[in-house]
């Protein structure tokens, strides 16, 4: 047995110096115009067996030309000559569950347009074409020094203010400055949007999403996480708003898909727009995550979650409203969980304290002493976060009120009524079409008493101070109360009240705007102030990312800067994993997988019976594949984040072979810490997404279009 502190060392040594017996990754997720000889020389020995140029090319077209990003939130891949956009069915979810109604549950029977005239535009979606990298970092340091100079301050949102606005003036298109290593680089990204979205297909949650929220970091999956968009465009082919006289997009790059599938030990890249890592984060922070924080949020969302899971058990509309905000709730809460448990297993805390003895020890010790002068504050800010700012949404209801009339200074001028303003009562009846108000009772109780519990009283607010005293302490018999009193306890009760004349202390004397109004935070802020002193910790940990940068690059070390949502690519291979002694999980699952989990009485491993007609009568058609199944899902050891949902998986020819949608409960330290060994990607088989179509949906259309036969 390998003793816990030579373990650390070891890995410590296998991330930093690169030098171990173990099979191991290769972390990094490079930045797409940064693909160096020594970069693409890694790649080669893992099987690449196409140029750099074939990946990202400044003057000539390349696969990363054929990668958009959806909205910041996912990333997406073209496929057809008429702008078919390929990606996770769960980042189209939200679309999915605003389209559908208690007659036509798209999320649960899924969503196939036959025709063109089906595909059904996509609100608010927008999807982004990266068209060139620029470096600007000698121009941002100018505009500090400038700033400087004249006693200006220069804040991140004022030097974006003026180096973008000098770029989307002189290129005329949606453009992003991008920081570096909290500001060794700044870069610029050029990007042409279009707006009419139009969704294609989404298979229904039980094939997309089998296993659903038990199997959500877990392996093996059998997901079928995909959907398909159109992207439309004026008829000259600019990007335009929605009409119904748009036509399909004509790609300039599209990519290739592979039906010949992948096994263990080929190569695979990723690229993609991750979201966000803190990689370059000390020590100190990650404690302060890991015993703090974390435990914090996973314990409150938890209770969030079963909450609003017995109310969707109880009644399928409020399981259809809820679906959506359930899943996001889920998803955060599962990571952060995970996140904690691996910095603990891994001791990434110790394994960054390790690195820290080549800095500044005066620097590191001030810094050390900030976080601990805040920790108790930072517990109580993070408990009011979830509670009073997360808790519910029925909160929504109350911050409108400040919105009712912003002319209105003197809370006994005269009456007015509220329905006149057409607007904002479409917008609260719209809250309450979206929201459950038995739901967000039981969710408001429990916050509230959260609240009660473990924050201190000097930020509670005269109000909460009172309805403590007067209910003695009963965050219960409080808000059953507020529910027989207040305006916006129920819709009707809202829409009657609203439609009368009533002075603005009629609003803002009800209790459910007196829970989250006035605002609360400047209290904590003003302590929180107080307690850092100057410099502040979120200085501070910009010197330590700068001076770790430094510090690696004497040594000679090729460095990628933290996620940003900026276009990355990582490599890998697919594998199989060990994740504790004596098990070995194999680097595919398979159809047989979905029929042997299958439960009639859990939700999340329902088969509908024409899937489950398909599956036991083995109608393979033209994917079948050898041992008379078919491969589900993959494993590869592509360094990925939030973000990369949706990306292609592309083969050592750079042709498509699946989509990147999930990791492993063992990669969950990846925003600060990237395992060697057990950091894993889990990718849909693009031969299980075409089964889907061709079977299940019967779109004989859309495999024609995408050039499969």
């Known amino acids: 047995m390998i003793k816990m502190k030579y373990f650390k060392t070891l890995i410590f040594a296998v991330l930093i110096f690169g030098t171990s017996v173990l099979s191991r990754a290769d972390e990094g997720m490079w930045l797409i115009q940064n693909l160096t000889r020594d970069i693409v020389s890694k790649m080669e020995v893992k099987g690449l067996l196409i140029d750099g140029k074939a990946i990202y090319d400044e003057d000539n077209l390349s696969l990363s030309d054929a990668v958009v990003s959806l909205d910041f939130g996912c990333t997406g891949s073209i496929i057809s000559n008429e702008g078919l956009v390929i990606t996770n069915h769960h980042c189209a ?205 996973t314990s409150i969302r938890k209770e969030r979650m079963q909450i609003i899971e017995k109310w969707m058990n109880k009644d399928p509309l409020i399981r259809l409203k809820y679906a959506d905000k359930y899943f996001n709730l889920s998803n955060f809460q599962e990571l952060k969980e995970g996140e904690m448990q691996c910095y603990a297993k891994y001791g990434v805390a110790a394994i960054k304290a390790e690195e820290e003895k080549g800095l500044n020890a005066e620097n590191l010790k001030l810094l050390e002493e900030k976080y601990n002068a805040v920790e108790c504050l930072e517990g109580q800010m993070n408990y009011f976060r979830e509670t009073i700012v997360r808790g519910s949404d029925i909160a929504q209801l109350g911050y409108r009120i400040n919105s009712f009339d912003r002319n209105i200074k003197d809370c006994e001028s005269e009456p007015f009524v509220v329905a006149d303003n057409k607007e904002l009562m479409t917008a609260m009846i719209k809250v309450f079409e979206e929201l459950d108000v038995r739901v967000e009772k039981d969710l408001l109780e429990y916050s509230l008493q959260v609240f009660f519990d473990n924050v201190d009283k000097k930020y509670w607010g005269g109000y909460l101070d009172s309805v403590y005293v007067k209910y003695g302490g009963s965050a219960s018999a409080f808000i059953d109360d507020v529910w027989k009193n207040s305006i916006f306890s129920s819709a009707e009760r809202m829409i009657a009240f609203t439609q009368q004349p009533h002075l603005l202390c009629d609003f803002t004397s009800d209790p459910i705007y007196k829970i989250f109004n006035p605002n609360k935070t400047g209290a904590f802020n003003q302590d929180m102030n107080i307690l850092e002193g100057k410099p502040s910790i979120n200085r501070l940990e910009k010197e330590y990312t700068q001076a770790l940068y430094e510090y690696r690059a004497k040594k000679g070390m090729i460095q990628y800067p933290d996620a940003n949502s900026t276009m990355r690519l990582t490599y890998g291979t697919v594998g199989s994993m060990e994740p504790v002694d004596g098990v070995i999980y194999l680097e595919r699952s ?35 594949q050898e041992g008379d199944y078919l491969q589900v899902d993959f494993l590869s050891d592509n360094d990925i984040t939030g973000g990369n949902s949706g990306s292609p998986v592309l083969n050592a020819k750079g042709e498509l072979v699946g989509l990147a949608f999930d990791g492993n409960k063992e990669s969950l330290a990846g925003n600060a810490y990237f395992h060697p060994t057990l950091n894993k990607c889990i990718n849909v088989d693009i031969r299980y997404v075409l089964w889907i179509l061709d079977k299940y949906a019967g779109m004989d259309h859309i495999l024609s279009e995408i050039g499969v036969k």
């Open 93 to 297: 979810y939200g679309y999915v569950h605003d389209l559908s109604t208690s007659d036509k549950n798209y999320l649960e029977d899924g969503f196939w347009a036959m025709e063109r005239s089906q595909e059904a535009p996509l609100k608010g979606a927008g999807i982004y074409f990266l068209k060139k990298i620029l470096d600007v970092t000698d121009e941002v340091n100018q505009i500090i020094s400038d700033l400087d100079k004249g006693g200006k301050p220069h804040g991140m949102r004022k030097l974006y203010s003026v180096i973008e606005g000098r770029y989307k003036k002189k290129y005329g298109c949606e453009v992003s400055c991008d920081c570096m290593w909290r500001g060794e680089k700044y870069y610029m990204s050029l990007y042409e949007v279009y707006k009419d979205i139009r969704l294609v297909a989404a298979p229904p949650v039980s094939v997309a999403a089998f296993g659903g929220d038990e199997d959500n970091w877990e392996w093996p999956q059998q997901k079928g996480d995909f959907a398909l968009y159109r992207i439309y465009t004026a008829p000259d082919g600019s990007p335009a708003e929605y009409s119904p006289d748009n036509v399909p997009l004509k790609p300039k790059k599209v990519l290739t898909i592979s039906t010949d599938g992948v096994k263990k030990g080929d190569f695979t890249m990723i690229i993609g727009y991750p979201g966000i890592t803190d990689r370059y984060q000390s020590s100190f922070k990650v404690s302060q995550s890991e015993k703090l924080i974390n435990p914090i949020t």
């Open 590 to 624: 398979t159809t047989n997988g979905i029929l042997q989990k299958e439960n009639p009485n859990n939700y999340s491993f329902i088969i509908k019976p024409k899937m489950k007609k398909l599956l036991v009568n083995k109608e393979w058609g033209k994917w079948r």
